[in-house]
């Protein structure tokens, strides 16, 4: 079953502007991930948040969990025509249980 | 370098004719899973499975085997593939539970 649902489905915007991703969940979680995949290739991790955390940095990647509410953004700062890619994010269950779970992700394109 | 290696890279083959797609890590990770990828639907899950002789179904097992005779290794099986069952496959790998996930590039295969 999809566990993330990410939103928006796509986002175009400008070189240089910041571009916002969200992620909502539907069951607890032990933590929450963000992934990018450039076309048609395999995702690249970005960034784990434990459910425990509020806000996490890495670079000009800011990520927020807000466990009451199951949701989680993605921050990305100053895009570049780099930044162009898929964005996924994907929960951890913990407890013993199955692998990741992803949702069907952002498609990001920085304008130049 | 860790990596996770999937082969083929892309495979057309036809209905019927059994395949085997093979992945291989080298980080000694517990966990292995696979995953197909197709448009509007993201990354669905396969199978997984937490360490040798010990798989489980994901989302859309149906059409499907695997096997984890070895730690390193998780290859797919198609007994008798059709055309629904084209798709972008990704093989993942990670280390306990909750930890960030390595993907393979990806195998594009095509049921005629």
């Known amino acids: 079953s999809q566990q993330g649902e990410e939103d928006p489905q796509a986002l175009s915007i400008q070189e240089g502007e910041n571009a916002t991703m969200n992620c909502s969940y539907k069951t607890s979680i032990n933590n929450l991930q963000w992934y990018r995949q450039n076309s048609g290739r395999g995702l690249v991790h970005l960034i784990l948040?434990?459910?425990?955390?509020r806000e996490k940095h890495s670079g000009r990647l800011r990520v927020t969990l807000d466990t009451s509410k199951k949701s989680s953004s993605l921050l990305i700062t100053a895009s570049r025509a780099a930044d162009t890619a898929s964005y996924f994010c994907?929960?951890?269950?913990?407890?013993?249980?199955?692998?990741?779970?992803f949702g069907k992700g952002t498609h990001l394109i920085i304008q130049p | 370098e860790a990596q996770v290696t999937q082969n083929p890279r892309y495979l057309i083959t036809v209905t019927g004719k059994k395949l085997t797609v093979t992945c291989s890590q080298n980080?000694?990770?517990?966990?292995m899973s696979w995953y197909r990828q197709d448009p509007g639907l993201g990354l669905r899950q396969i199978y997984y499975?937490?360490?040798?002789?010990?798989?489980d179904k994901g989302d859309v097992p149906e059409g499907y085997k695997v096997s984890r005779k070895e730690k390193r290794n998780f290859p797919l099986i198609l007994e008798s593939p059709s055309p629904n069952q084209t798709s972008l496959y990704f093989c993942?790998?990670?280390?306990?539970?909750?930890?960030?996930?390595?993907f393979g590039q990806g195998t594009r295969l095509t049921v005629v």
């Open positions: 993942a790998s990670r280390g306990l539970m909750g930890t960030e996930a390595f």
């Open positions: 499975s937490m360490n040798v002789e010990v798989t």
């Open positions: 948040i434990r459910s425990n955390e």
């Open positions: 994907a929960t951890a269950l913990g407890g013993g249980a199955d692998g990741l779970t």
């Open positions: 980080m000694n990770h517990e966990y």
